[in-house]
Every structure is written in structure tokens, then in C-alpha cells.
């Protein structure tokens, strides 16, 4: 059963070129439809996926920042009357930090919110110009230094890897970051994800991507700096302080389930995968039409489970208990890797074993991606 929510808040009040996610810019929101909507399709979620108490709630966008306190805390309130809350419950919103937005932070506080993660990006204005950000690096501060004032636990997103970034400047970058005291960091390579302003921009000629090696150099620095102060990587773009980890992330990445609300909302349930309608007006007209904002519930093949347990799984540094996946899915160890790929992988320093546990060594995590595809079982992709 669902230990985890996730709610979706589609709106931005600009679309950033290297943006993918499911935002939309809108010139007016109806709230009052809004809350509607969303407490509909929770009561609905909640129908079918109750049962325990939620330890994580997790408000992504979009920019959740935009919605007025109250909204927050009645969906918050209705998540607790369903489900309940774990005493030591995580509740997130993402933020842009915005003075606007940063001016709500203490009534987000007040509505139950206790943890904030801060879409910063770069602390320097050129970046932040030519990522499209609306905010500036003086305002990002501002916001970081209220945040830190009004919730237990701040969170802050950098974008690194972009055109001209060197070794030296990124060093540098982050050290600064590093400084600000921050429990948690999320570390994001710039990715040309298709369909984008800067896909459009690379396919035209307009915008050079950092090449792989350098790039690589970066995330080596990145490992190095973040581990040197105290947070070191838990996933490969998130690093925390013992502790400090996001619970929501953790629940995603060990393939747990989660319940997943508002437009272009994942969840999974039961071996039920769940996606809600993106577009929000298709959202709202499908949750008046049927009760919930479904677009599609799809029942998973058990090595389709396991496949996507063991890629999540292996992202973290934790790893994967190979003996837990084969009691949950049914399925032989052999069934789930290639246990020579592992064993020639750990030989190289690039993943490590202990017992029935895996994971990806920090000279692996660079290369994740091929790793992933030697290590899962060709039977278990192919079924």
C-alpha cells in the first residue's frame, strides 16, 4: 500500500528551455476549480490505494511555490483525514526562489509544509539568464537564507555541465554552494532532453553541449567536493547529510509504492502503474467526467517490476538486496542479473558485492547507464 503522495501543481510562470517536465504557463488559474480537482482525485486515489499512513509528501511541478498557502494546507489536511501522517512525516514543495514566492514561505510553513527544495540552478546571472530563470543570484541567496529560516529541512537544485563550464569554474561553483549549509543537494547535468527550446536550439546549430569527457571531469569533481563536505551522493545526482536524504526519493527508488495526484501525475500501486491526464484542462474535464484525473492504469508484468526495481535500485549507493527482489517478485537471482557481467564489473572497481547486495562503485557512477545494461538479465528485459 501507498506510504507516499505525490501531488502535481502544473503551472509556471515561464517555461525554461531545458525544461521536459509536464508545466504549463497559463494566464489565470482558477483556484477554487483547482482545489476541487485535486481533492477529488486524491479521495479517489485514496479509494484504492489507503491502508497506511503516509511518511512522505511530496508537492512537484511545475512550480508549487505559485499556490496559495490555503490550497496547500486543504490538501494536506484531506491526505491526512484519508490516509493519516506518520509522526515524523516529510512533506516538500518545490520552490523557485523568487522574493514573490519566497514571501509565502512562512505560511507554507504554517500549512504543514516542513521541508523545501529550491530550484537555484546557478548562482551566477548569466547562467541563470540563459536557463531562462526569472530570478537572479542575489534573490536566490535571499530566498535560500529565508528558507533556512522557516523550514527544518532546504533543499537546493545547481545545473552544472553547461557550455563553457570548466573544471576549475564548476570547482569553484560548488564549493560556494557547498557553503551554505544546506543538508541536501540535487546536482543535475545539463541533459538536451528532446522537445525542449535547447533540443531546437542544438538541432539549428545555436547551442554546443559540453562534450562527454568533460563533462565526466565534472561529475568526478562533483563526487569529490560533496563527499570532502559531508554529503556525499545517496543517488547520482542527490547528495545529503546522513539522515537528511529525501524519504520521497528513497520510497521512488526502492520501488515502493506511491500515490501520484493532479496532471501528468505517476503512481504505482499493487503492480498498477498509474499516469494522470497531462494537459491540465484534460485533467480537470476527466476528473468531472469520471471522479479522478486517470489517464491510464496499467497492470505491470512481474519482470517488468523487478526490471524497473533493480534499474531504480541501482542508482542508489545503498544498492539493491538481490535476495529481497527475488522473495518479492518470485523470480531466481539468475533470473534478475548477469551475475558474470557483475562479477567482471566489480573486478574493474566499477561495482561492488557484499552477500546478496549490489550496487554501483563511485568510479561506476559515471557510466551508469552502460553498466545498467550489462548487469540486468537479458531474460528479465526480454520477457
Given amino acids: 500500500m501507498a506510504r507516499a503522495l505525490y501531488i502535481h501543481w502544473p503551472f509556471c510562470a515561464k517555461k525554461c528551455p531545458y525544461c521536459d517536465f509536464n508545466s504549463h504557463v497559463r494566464a489565470g488559474v482558477d483556484v477554487a476549480a483547482w482545489e476541487h480537482a485535486l481533492l477529488a482525485d486524491m479521495r479517489a486515489e485514496a479509494a484504492v490505494a489507503g491502508g497506511e499512513q503516509l511518511t512522505s509528501i ?141 533540443a531546437s536550439d542544438v538541432r539549428r546549430g545555436r547551442l554546443e553541449p559540453l562534450d562527454d569527457d568533460a563533462a565526466a571531469q565534472l561529475f568526478s569533481i562533483t563526487q569529490e567536493l560533496t563527499e570532502a563536505a559531508g554529503l556525499p551522493a545517496y543517488e547520482t545526482s542527490n547528495h545529503a547529510r546522513a539522515g537528511e536524504e529525501s524519504r520521497h526519493n528513497l520510497a521512488y527508488w526502492r520501488y515502493q509504492d506511491y500515490a501520484g495526484i493532479g496532471p501528468g501525475a505517476h503512481g504505482r500501486r499493487g503492480g498498477v502503474a498509474t499516469v494522470r491526464h497531462k494537459k491540465p484542462e484534460n485533467f480537470l474535464k476527466a476528473v468531472e467526467a469520471q471522479g479522478d484525473g486517470i489517464a491510464e492504469a496499467r497492470a505491470l508484468a512481474v519482470s517488468d517490476q523487478a526490471a524497473e526495481a533493480l534499474l531504480m535500485g541501482l542508482r542508489l549507493a545503498e544498492g539493491v538486496d538481490l535476495a529481497a527482489l527475488s522473495a518479492r ?20 572497481g566499477l561495482m561492488w558485492r557484499n552477500g546478496a547486495r549490489i550496487g554501483v562503485a563511485p568510479d561506476g557512477r559515471g557510466v551508469l547507464d552502460a553498466l545498467l545494461a550489462e548487469v540486468v538479465a537479458d531474460t528479465l528485459v526480454a520477457t
Fill in 58 to 198: 511530496f508537492f512537484g511541478g511545475g512550480t508549487p511555490s505559485l499556490m496559495p498557502p490555503a490550497l496547500v494546507a486543504a490538501l494536506l489536511a484531506e491526505a491526512e483525514r484519508l490516509w493519516g501522517f506518520d509522526a515524523a512525516i516529510e512533506i516538500t514543495l518545490e520552490a523557485n526562489p523568487s522574493s514573490v514566492e519566497a514571501a509565502n514561505f512562512a505560511a507554507l510553513a504554517g500549512a504543514g509544509v516542513n521541508r523545501v527544495s529550491l530550484g537555484v540552478q546557478s548562482l551566477d546571472d548569466a547562467e541563470l539568464k540563459f536557463l531562462g530563470r526569472l530570478h537572479g543570484a542575489d534573490e536566490a541567496l535571499a530566498a535560500l537564507e529565508t528558507a533556512q529560516r522557516h523550514f527544518a529541512r532546504v533543499s537546493f537544485d545547481m545545473i552544472y555541465a553547461l557550455p563553457g563550464h570548466t573544471p576549475e569554474l564548476w570547482h569553484d561553483r560548488l564549493k560556494r554552494a557547498l557553503s551554505f549549509g544546506t543538508g541536501h543537494m540535487s546536482l543535475y547535468q545539463l541533459t538536451i532532453e528532446p522537445g525542449t527550446r535547447f
Fill in 329 to 348: 517478485f518470485g523470480l531466481p537471482v539468475a533470473g534478475l542479473v548477469e551475475e558474470s557481467a557483475i562479477a567482471r564489473l566489480a573486478a574493474m
